[in-house]
């Protein structure tokens, strides 16, 4: 019999803990089948955070560490040193990685550390029940925002892929969906050529992935997905924002130009 | 071996350097800055890593991640920094990694100052993050016991796998003194398959997991209580505790740190007006030398504690003699530093008071 799907090796047996139609599993997923078609599952050290994915280190089959509350980054930066031929990620929600974790993140991606983070954008705080996050849309209704975000009162949501790209030591930094089967292909394409990129040492990578809390934003998983595409994508543009691997092609060309005249 | 005349804080980098420490991690801050600055010098001259974090928090976060991949790895820092690691620290205990935090200490609370203090004993004695915990805390009283006892921090540290602090005051890591700097320290590294270096023999070892979570709270429960024995066994295999004319003596002062020297020459000039007294130095502040206090009581009418402080160590002293002899107290803060002749008068007051 042919076998037309096979489970990731770079996932264990156990059951994931997140709720049923949260695409925090889908991205696990897509994490494992990278990190197995590289064939570097051997060499891959992965970070969990603190948040719904602070078990992760149940779920990818590779050695793990959990990090404090938004350290991931820096966690990542002390084994990453230790071990530079290894391939060192960190698994992020947007509480984590972009309130709490704020420093660590910048600063990693500031020095150009060899490492790829996925950073799970969901517009709230899952595990803790449902409080607004930095990336809360404006008028959305969280626990802590019982009359929708005011940006008044805390600004405007945090984008972080286009603030992260715009420093020196990122050398891949994406925004993702995956709302949708294609979505799902490119998140699968740009979360592959991040680590392919950390391991060929060009810096920081990142990989921003819009993700649902259908649990959170009392919604069923359908609607979540539609809530993705027609609130969160028109504020956070799908798209790379920081690609070496283009920025040398278009570098060469501009010597190559520049020679002709 | 060489005889170096070296600063406290050059002493403790390059002893670390000396007993294997490839990885530093930190920040600015003074009264340690030596360190750091020394670290980032060497460190690429034998082949480590210094790198200079963005904070204290993410400073132990990289020590964290460093220690949980295998290495041996050090952070520095002085009272405002070493709050902020607290954090890390807790995670360090929680997930049973070895590794060196020295505390060159400053006066507080708050931005205090930067002159020498020991006002950071009980956040070192008592835990100081969240959680049930102690750790190992190691106070030398000269630039060659700095260097000696950083060095064996690292052993201890991987022995138990835990974190070790090295707690100094701003004056040791200022004073400049001459060591003795082998080429190598004695270095006993175990084994470390629970490591994150990349799961590539999976026969050879379990999937390594670096995590201080235990959701279920019996489990919890069974993880805590292996840390209180590991903490019952490093208290009744590590204290480590100098005492000077205490056989005889009716009085006994209690000091630790550069104090002790102030301590050490008051004791010896009120032997010259004939008091009999004696001098107890703890070198481990935890775990605590109470058998060695208690030993001293035996003799001793009087104690009497001397801080840089407003009294931190002389609960320890309270809690081992449990009320069976009188205890007094002298100290000085902010970065006030008793002299000799203030704590002669207080030795001339609690001997009167024996009479
Ligand atoms: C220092 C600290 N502060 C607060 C918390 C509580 N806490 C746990 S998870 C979490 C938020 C996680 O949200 P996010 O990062 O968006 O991830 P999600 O759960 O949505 O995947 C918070 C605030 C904590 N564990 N530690
Ligand atoms: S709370 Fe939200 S983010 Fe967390 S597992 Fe459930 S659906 Fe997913």
């Not at chain 1, 060899?114 to 705080?125: L, M, R, S």
């Not at chain 1, 504020?235 to 790379?240: A, D, I, Q, T």
């Not at chain 2, 481990?284 to 801080?307: G, H, N, Y």
Request: net charge neutral.
């Amino acid at each position: 019999m042919a076998v037309v799907f096979e489970k990731t090796k770079a996932l264990t047996d156990a059951t994931l803990s997140y709720c049923p139609g949260c695409t925090h599993g889908i991205i696990h997923r897509l994490v494992a089948e990278s990190i197995d078609e590289l064939g570097v599952m051997e060499k891959s050290i992965g970070v969990a955070p603190v948040g719904c994915a602070v078990f992760a280190y149940d779920f990818f089959n590779i050695d793990m560490q959990q990090a404090a509350h938004g350290r991931a980054p820096a966690v990542a930066t002390g084994i990453k040193r230790v071990h530079p031929n290894n391939v060192v990620f960190t698994y992020q929600g947007d509480g984590d990685l972009a309130s709490i974790g704020m420093a660590e993140i910048v600063h990693a991606a500031a020095r150009g550390e060899k490492i790829t983070t996925i950073f799970v954008n969901n517009a709230i705080y899952g595990m803790t029940g449902g409080q607004m996050a930095p990336t809360t849309l404006v008028g959305q209704v969280t626990t802590t925002s019982p009359y929708g975000r005011n940006p008044e009162l805390c600004g405007m949501p945090v984008r972080m892929a286009e603030m992260l790209g715009g420093l020196a030591g990122a050398a891949y930094v994406a925004r993702v969906s995956v709302h949708n089967v294609r979505a799902v292909n490119e998140a699968k394409r740009a979360i592959k050529k991040a680590f392919e990129l950390q391991i060929a040492g060009k810096g920081f990578t990142m990989v921003e992935v819009l993700s649902t809390c259908p649990t959170n934003w009392g919604m069923n998983p359908v609607e979540a997905l539609g809530w993705v595409e027609s609130n969160m994508i028109p504020y956070y543009p799908l798209g790379v924002f920081k690609d070496v691997s283009k920025d040398a092609v278009l570098a060469s060309k501009d010597v190559s130009a520049k020679e002709a005249n | 071996m060489a005889k170096l005349l070296m600063k406290g804080n050059e002493a403790i980098a390059e002893a670390a350097i000396r007993a294997g420490c490839r990885y530093f991690f930190g920040y600015p801050i003074t009264p340690q800055n030596q360190i750091p600055e020394y670290m980032s010098k060497r460190m690429p001259q034998v082949g480590g890593t210094f790198l200079q974090a963005e904070s204290e928090v993410a400073a132990i976060n990289m020590v964290y991640g460093a220690a949980g991949a295998g290495a041996r790895v050090m952070t520095s820092s002085s009272g405002p920094g070493i709050s902020l690691k607290q954090e890390g620290i807790t995670y360090i205990v929680g997930a049973e990694l070895p590794c060196v935090i020295v505390n060159i200490m400053r006066g507080g609370p708050g931005l205090g100052s930067i002159q020498p203090s020991q006002s950071d004993y009980f956040q070192a004695t008592r835990g100081g993050g969240h959680g049930d915990y102690n750790m190992p805390v190691l106070a030398p009283a000269s630039v060659a016991e700095a260097a000696e006892l950083t060095a064996k921090a690292f052993d201890l540290a991987d022995k138990y796998r835990t974190p070790v602090l090295v707690l100094g005051d701003g004056m040791i890591g200022q004073m400049m003194e001459p060591v003795d700097m082998p080429e190598a320290f004695p270095q006993t590294v175990p084994e470390k398959p629970w490591a994150t270096v990349g799961w590539s023999d999976k026969s050879a070892r379990p999937r390594a997991v670096v995590n201080s979570l235990y959701i279920d709270p019996k489990v919890l429960e069974q993880h805590n209580i292996r840390l209180q024995e590991k903490y019952v066994k490093i208290a009744a295999e590590q204290v480590q505790v100098a005492t000077e004319l205490t056989d005889d003596a009716e009085i006994v002062l209690v000091a630790y740190g550069t104090m002790s020297r102030i301590a050490r020459s008051a004791v010896r000039a009120a032997r010259a007006e004939g008091i009999k007294v004696g001098l107890i130095r703890p070198i481990t502040l935890w775990p605590f030398p109470s058998d060695t206090i208690r030993q001293a009581a035996k003799t001793a009418e009087r104690f009497l504690v001397i801080e840089m402080s407003a009294g931190q160590m002389i609960e320890d002293v309270k809690l081992a003699l449990n009320g069976a002899r009188p205890v007094g107290f002298y100290g000085r803060m902010g970065g006030m530093v008793p002299s000799v002749d203030e704590v002669l008068s207080e030795i001339r007051k609690t001997a009167r008071k024996g009479e």
